[in-house]
């Protein structure tokens, strides 16, 4: 066989048919990109997880984080969360139990994760009690802003929004946002998932 004619040749066919063929491969890409699983929102594992990817979400790992409406730590934590928690009175002051983990000030808090773990479980579990309360559980397995409603996204659009405006969304089936205009459906996708029966069931 003559290759350097056999080159020229086959050289000439993909002159003529280059269009047919680069069409051929983009069909061919497409379908495989089609046959790739969408990314699921939502995460999996239990409470411990659960935080982490809050903690990520909140302040990006950074226990020392005060954002500009004052909520702080690794999960932004508010003055009305920290009262939830018993971390704080009313009026302000820190209470015995944060002192038990040393905690006297904004700035005691901040420098102590293991704290703010411990604030934010406390927190969690009360909210959970407020969701029971309210009956929100009958919402469980519907939708909210088309997104399925679950213990875990429940108690994340809670810890965004607050139990007041959940409430609120998910009789009227609007959307509710924090200050950040981060919606708490977003939250409740986001955070869908995860076994928080440490929290739920205490």
């Not at 009313?90 to 006297?104: C, Q």
């Amino acid at each position: 066989m003559n290759w350097k004619k056999f080159r020229r040749k086959m050289r000439r066919w993909i002159r003529r048919h280059r269009y047919p063929l680069l069409m051929t491969c983009a069909m061919l890409i497409i379908s495989a990109l089609l046959l790739i699983p969408p990314v699921e929102s939502g995460g999996s594992g239990d409470y411990s997880d659960f935080l982490d990817a809050l903690a990520m979400r909140e302040s990006s790992g950074d226990h020392e984080k005060v954002n500009r409406y004052g909520y702080m730590g690794l999960y932004q934590m508010g003055r009305s969360a920290l009262e939830d928690a018993g971390f704080r009175h009313e009026g302000g002051d820190w209470t015995p139990l944060a002192n038990s983990y040393g905690i006297y000030d904004q700035d005691d808090f901040l420098q102590s994760p293991d704290a703010q773990n411990a604030a934010v479980t406390a927190y969690h579990a009360k909210v959970c009690m407020y969701i029971r309360h309210y009956d929100l559980e009958k919402y469980i397995g519907t939708t909210y802003c088309d997104v399925p409603v679950t213990r875990s996204g429940l108690l994340a659009a809670c810890h965004l929004v607050g139990i007041g405006a959940v409430i609120d969304g998910l009789k009227s089936g609007q959307h509710t946002y924090d200050g950040n205009h981060t919606s708490a459906a977003e939250y409740m996708e986001l955070f869908s998932g995860y076994d928080i029966s440490a929290v739920w069931d205490s």
